[in-house]
T-cell receptor, first 115, second 111 residues
Framework: GAGVSQSPSNKVTEKGKDVELRCDPI?????LYWYRQSLGQGLEFLIY????????KSGLPSDRFSAERTGGSVSTLTIQRTQQEDSAVYLC?????????????FGSGTRLTVV | KNQVEQSPQSLIILEGKNCTLQ??????????LRWYKQDTGRGPVSLTI?????NTKSNGRYTATLDADTKQSSLHITASQLSDSASYIC??????????FGKGTRLSVIA
């Protein structure tokens, strides 16, 4: 597609429920990133996929968070047993490759609210 | 610890005025520095990307500067418009490790 597409744009869930957030990157972009943006905070790196390489999961805050990328394209971020502190905007970005000269293209994010 | 600090945290200016946003970083190694604009409810959009050897880069009314010796960058906005109201985020890339994001400066341009 023309840009990075994320769905849903907004999600309200009850504490303890599982949620799945979807990211559809720009066609041909091999690198895909998930970030979390809490109110008043900078973007927090969560996980990075590059082609067929093993993902960099170093930013995942707990084992309740997981992500997969099927077929090198669409990615799903799953949060199990959601907690109120998980409330944030979850942003996905993609780029041609993880090189300094390329910028990232971000999606509009999914605003997650855990009540 | 790799950090990016931005100032001011928020800023209100009159339409047509200029403003300068600051970014200080302690990121090593350094690959590049980026400024992003994030409108409310949207994802960040890249304004400029500068490598170590670049001192200034412009994108329309936006001009970014970089002093790699003092590890400082600024974003200057000329003749501000109401549509410039947004958060401006300074981002530093250490290379093959995750980007380091500042918390942003919230700019409000008022008529």
């Amino acid at each position: 597609g023309a840009g990075v597409s994320q769905s849903p744009s907004n999600k309200v869930t009850e504490k303890g429920k599982d949620v799945e957030l979807r990211c559809d990157p720009i066609s041909g972009h091999t690198a895909l990133y998930w970030y979390r943006q809490s109110l008043g905070q900078g973007l927090e790196f969560l996980i990075y996929f590059q082609g067929n390489s093993a993902p960099d999961k170093s930013g995942l805050p707990s084992d309740r968070f997981s992500a997969e990328r099927t077929g090198g394209s669409v990615s799903t971020l799953t949060i199990q047993r959601t907690q109120q502190e998980d409330s944030a905007v979850y942003l996905c970005a993609s780029s041609l490759e993880r090189q300094a000269s390329y910028g990232y293209t971000f999606g509009s994010g999914t605003r997650l609210t855990v009540v | 610890k790799n950090q990016v600090e931005q100032s001011p945290q928020s800023l209100i200016i009159l339409e047509g005025k200029n403003c300068t946003l600051q970014c200080n970083y302690t990121v090593s190694p350094f690959s590049n520095l980026r400024w992003y604009k994030q409108d409310t409810g949207r994802g960040p959009v890249s304004l400029t990307i500068m490598t170590f050897s670049e001192n200034t880069k412009s994108n329309g009314r936006y001009t970014a500067t970089l002093d790699a010796d003092t590890k400082q960058s600024s974003l200057h906005i000329t003749a501000s418009q109401l549509s410039d109201s947004a958060s401006y985020i300074c981002v530093v890339s250490p290379g093959n490790t995750p980007l380091v994001f500042g918390k942003g400066t919230r700019l409000s341009v008022i008529a």
